[in-house]
């Protein structure tokens, strides 16, 4: 069985996108393919209106994916802020060709928002709001044959970008300060760590109602190993100084990959391994190897500033593959 994910960067149909979606198809298609992948956890799926309804739909995807072994699988998404429909941009999409047990999205149910005050604001705000998360948590349980339940969670955790403070910008990547650049990159970390926080909390949960759960957490986690979001979800004993714990610790599956060739983002020259696929101590005895499609992979900072309207995606598929004997 093969666990994947991928961040497709935004998938749209114009006039939203600047390219349409038969050049993106070009080479999304064949990176999917290659991917064989019985679940495949997608982000930044946008959802497009359709005439004469209320609720978005996953428009563009349903294109992608026409022709493919994946249009015949069960699929989840996340939802738009009502509850109804997807959301206008940014939804995590679940891919299953194992059947689909149940579905629930996670956001906020056990972290509650934090409050801030924004210092550096123009006009001044003194007023403490709520720090909400962008996107919340994908988890879905399938059967994995033999009475077993994989729950397989698809998350995108915020970007380590500046979140935006009233009056402080000059253009979208011009501040007008330092401070104020300062504090939008303060709540854009908090957001990250926070939201990695309940990731811990829901794995602490499922792993005390049922202790040899099948769990993967699959997705773009914007962060590195050994970074604050990914310390949080790990939960390694050597961080809890208990061994007894370390049964709910989950493990980076990367760390099984050479290190010149552990990256899933090329950024001003700088490798950065943002992607991830975590699993339980229990999915982990099925683990059996792991890969990383960065063999074609540019610098997206290089290829934003040269390249008209680039079709792929700038973030590397990862695949996982384990021995769980599904047919």
Not at 97 to 109: F, I, Y
Not at 111 to 121: D, E, K, Y
Not at 155 to 177: C, N, Y
Not at 315 to 320: K, R
């Amino acid at each position: 069985m093969r666990i994947a994910t991928f961040n497709l960067e935004s998938l749209d149909l114009p006039p939203k996108a600047h390219v349409p979606l038969e050049a993106r198809a070009e080479i999304l298609r064949p990176a999917l393919a290659r991917l064989d992948a019985d679940v495949l956890c997608l982000q930044e799926v946008n959802g497009q209106p359709v005439r004469g309804q209320a609720e978005r739909e996953l428009t563009a995807l349903d294109q992608l994916l026409a022709g493919t072994p994946y249009a015949g699988y069960h699929r989840v998404s996340t939802t738009g802020p009502d509850g109804h429909g997807v959301a206008d941009v940014h939804n995590l999409v679940t891919l299953s060709r194992l059947p689909l047990l149940a579905t629930r999205e996670v956001r906020h149910s056990l972290v509650p928002p934090l409050q801030h005050s924004v210092q550096t604001a123009e006009p001044a705000d003194t007023d403490y709001k709520p720090l909400r998360f962008d996107r919340p948590m994908l988890v879905t349980d399938l059967d994995a044959g033999n009475g077993r339940r994989l729950s397989v969670i698809n998350l995108h955790l915020r970007a380590p970008l500046a979140a935006t403070i009233a009056g402080q910008k000059l253009a979208p990547f011009v501040w007008k300060t330092v401070s104020a650049w300062a504090e939008g990159y303060l709540l854009a970390a908090v957001r990250r760590a926070a939201q990695a926080l309940e990731l811990r909390l829901l794995i602490d949960k499922m792993l005390s109602e049922d202790p040899h759960l099948l769990i993967a957490v699959a997705g773009d986690f914007n962060a590195e190993d050994l970074e604050t979001p990914l310390k949080i979800a790990v939960g390694a004993e050597e961080d809890t100084g208990n061994g007894q714990l370390s049964a709910q610790s989950l493990i980076v599956l990367d760390r099984a990959i050479a290190a010149d060739r552990r990256w899933s983002v090329l950024h001003h020259g700088r490798r950065q391994m943002l992607d991830h696929i975590l699993a339980s101590h229990t999915l982990y005895a099925y683990f059996r190897s792991i890969e990383i499609h960065n063999e074609s992979l540019g610098d997206e900072a290089v290829a934003y500033s040269k390249i008209n309207n680039p079709p792929g995606s700038y973030h590397a598929a990862v695949v996982a593959q384990f021995s769980l004997g599904f047919s």
